[in-house]
């Protein structure tokens, strides 16, 4: 565990706490609360004793049968039997499950850079090594570069699409030659999909489990806490080969015993919502985006940003010689404006810094962006 990174978050939270004032552009969640339909559930919770008791290790089957249908609906996944669902605390969860499922002591997993930091030190919890790949100069996924770190050992490739900590959409075409790929070499792709509803400009997101030919070779991954606010009640669930599915069930029966039930029932009512209720506030964070961005336009002698058209992340290339843990920390308590660094996300060449605008409504983020672009200035010119 001393080889593990330690989690970044609760590193720069004690920083902002300490800094009264700060704005955070730093932990990814959303500015709005739960659907209405969940929170009435939780008094359906309430009015059966049973449900303070254990229920079962998969999940509760009117849950099952709501994820069933959305997966159909909007991510053309067939539920074929080749292929089963299982709810777990959280997409975390889900990846921690698929992780241990599928590999021994020493197995490897390609992850792309920069990576999502908790995928990382999961794979490094399990007795794992995780192989970076480099993306491109945009972000996007080198389908060659993957290939070419293919080993033996190798259990499983990784994708996140909608991206953190970048924001990037991967395009079809990549996804599914990734897809093949994994196919082709007898590995698995993890594909995590929690931002499967936030995307702008047009920008569609795919599920790669609706390829031809994929339920064998494909874990998928998805959360309810961003697209229905309820980050806190832990709930997500994942679709895995039917072939892994006795081993996801020992290892969430150690670990969880079930999901939570309470959090079960928040799940049916936001699935009875549905994604309207995300996309309702979606123009709320768009606009917010738009905000961001068109704010950032000042510091283009300073740094670089790649195209994004997902989730609620921006990921900048910072031009100083500066350790970007020093930079975020001098942005925090100089100029209270939290951001996160990008070495935590495997990005160690160069000063990278993720910020998210998810969770500020449009006042706040105006007031957090001048800090940022009027703070990250007077740092980066005193130092020329």
Same mark, same amino acid.
């Given at each position: 565990m001393q080889g593990v990174q330690s989690p970044i978050i609760p590193i720069v939270g004690e920083w902002i706490r300490t800094t009264p004032g700060t704005i955070s552009l730093g932990q990814g969640v959303v500015y709005y609360s739960p659907p209405p339909e969940a929170i009435e559930q939780i008094s359906q919770f309430l009015a059966q004793p049973n449900n303070h008791r254990y229920q079962g290790v998969r999940g509760m089957p009117p849950l099952l049968d709501a994820i069933e249908k959305k997966l159909v609906a909007e991510n053309g996944i067939e539920m074929n039997g080749d292929n089963a669902i299982v709810v777990t605390g959280g997409s975390n969860m889900a990846f921690m499950n698929g992780v241990l499922a599928i590999t021994q002591p020493g197995d490897e997993i390609i992850l792309s850079v920069p990576y999502y930091f908790n995928h990382e030190m999961a794979i490094a919890i399990a007795g794992c090594r995780s192989i970076l790949v480099? =993306?491109? $100069?945009? @972000?996007?996924?080198?389908?060659?570069?993957? *290939?070419? *770190?293919?080993?033996?050992?190798?259990?499983? !490739?990784? #994708?996140?699409?909608?991206?953190?900590? #970048?924001? !990037?959409? @991967?395009? $079809?075409?990549?996804?599914?030659? /990734?897809?093949?790929?994994?196919? +082709?070499?007898?590995?698995?792709?993890? =594909? +995590? $999909? *929690? @931002? $499967?509803?936030? =995307?702008?400009?047009? *920008?569609?997101?795919?599920?790669?489990?609706? %390829?031809?030919?994929?339920?064998?070779?494909?874990?998928?991954? %998805?959360?309810?806490?961003?697209?229905?606010? %309820?980050?806190?009640?832990?709930?997500?669930?994942? /679709? /895995?080969p039917q072939h892994l599915l006795d081993a996801v069930k020992k290892i969430q029966d150690t670990i969880l015993i079930c999901p939570p039930v309470i959090s079960q029932y928040a799940a049916i009512g936001a699935l009875q919502a549905g994604k309207a209720y995300c996309k309702e506030h979606l123009g709320a964070i768009a606009s917010v985006r738009e905000q961001v961005l068109n704010s950032l336009q000042p510091l283009k002698e300073y740094c670089t940003l790649a195209p994004t058209d997902g989730a609620f992340y921006l990921f900048l290339k910072i031009y100083t010689p500066l350790d970007p843990l020093k930079l975020v920390e001098r942005l925090i308590c100089e100029h209270r404006v939290a951001v996160i660094p990008g070495t935590t996300f495997g990005q160690t060449q160069g000063c990278y810094l993720r910020l998210a605008y998810g969770a500020l409504q449009k006042e706040t983020a105006a007031e957090g962006i001048e800090r940022f672009v009027r703070g990250l200035t007077e740092i980066l010119s005193n130092l020329s």
């Amino acid at each position: 565990m001393q080889g593990v990174q330690s989690p970044i978050i609760p590193i720069v939270g004690e920083w902002i706490r300490t800094t009264p004032g700060t704005i955070s552009l730093g932990q990814g969640v959303v500015y709005y609360s739960p659907p209405p339909e969940a929170i009435e559930q939780i008094s359906q919770f309430l009015a059966q004793p049973n449900n303070h008791r254990y229920q079962g290790v998969r999940g509760m089957p009117p849950l099952l049968d709501a994820i069933e249908k959305k997966l159909v609906a909007e991510n053309g996944i067939e539920m074929n039997g080749d292929n089963a669902i299982v709810v777990t605390g959280g997409s975390n969860m889900a990846f921690m499950n698929g992780v241990l499922a599928i590999t021994q002591p020493g197995d490897e997993i390609i992850l792309s850079v920069p990576y999502y930091f908790n995928h990382e030190m999961a794979i490094a919890i399990a007795g794992c090594r995780s192989i970076l790949v480099p =993306t491109d $100069e945009n @972000y996007q996924l080198r389908p060659q570069a993957i *290939a070419d *770190a293919i080993t033996p050992k190798t259990k499983a !490739v990784v #994708t996140i699409s909608p991206n953190n900590p #970048t924001g !990037v959409v @991967y395009p $079809e075409a990549l996804l599914a030659a /990734v897809n093949q790929l994994c196919r +082709d070499r007898g590995i698995y792709h993890i =594909t +995590d $999909e *929690a @931002y $499967e509803y936030f =995307t702008y400009n047009n *920008a569609r997101h795919i599920s790669p489990a609706s %390829f031809p030919h994929s339920s064998n070779h494909t874990i998928s991954l %998805f959360s309810l806490s961003k697209a229905y606010g %309820f980050a806190s009640w832990r709930i997500g669930y994942m /679709v /895995v080969p039917q072939h892994l599915l006795d081993a996801v069930k020992k290892i969430q029966d150690t670990i969880l015993i079930c999901p939570p039930v309470i959090s079960q029932y928040a799940a049916i009512g936001a699935l009875q919502a549905g994604k309207a209720y995300c996309k309702e506030h979606l123009g709320a964070i768009a606009s917010v985006r738009e905000q961001v961005l068109n704010s950032l336009q000042p510091l283009k002698e300073y740094c670089t940003l790649a195209p994004t058209d997902g989730a609620f992340y921006l990921f900048l290339k910072i031009y100083t010689p500066l350790d970007p843990l020093k930079l975020v920390e001098r942005l925090i308590c100089e100029h209270r404006v939290a951001v996160i660094p990008g070495t935590t996300f495997g990005q160690t060449q160069g000063c990278y810094l993720r910020l998210a605008y998810g969770a500020l409504q449009k006042e706040t983020a105006a007031e957090g962006i001048e800090r940022f672009v009027r703070g990250l200035t007077e740092i980066l010119s005193n130092l020329s």
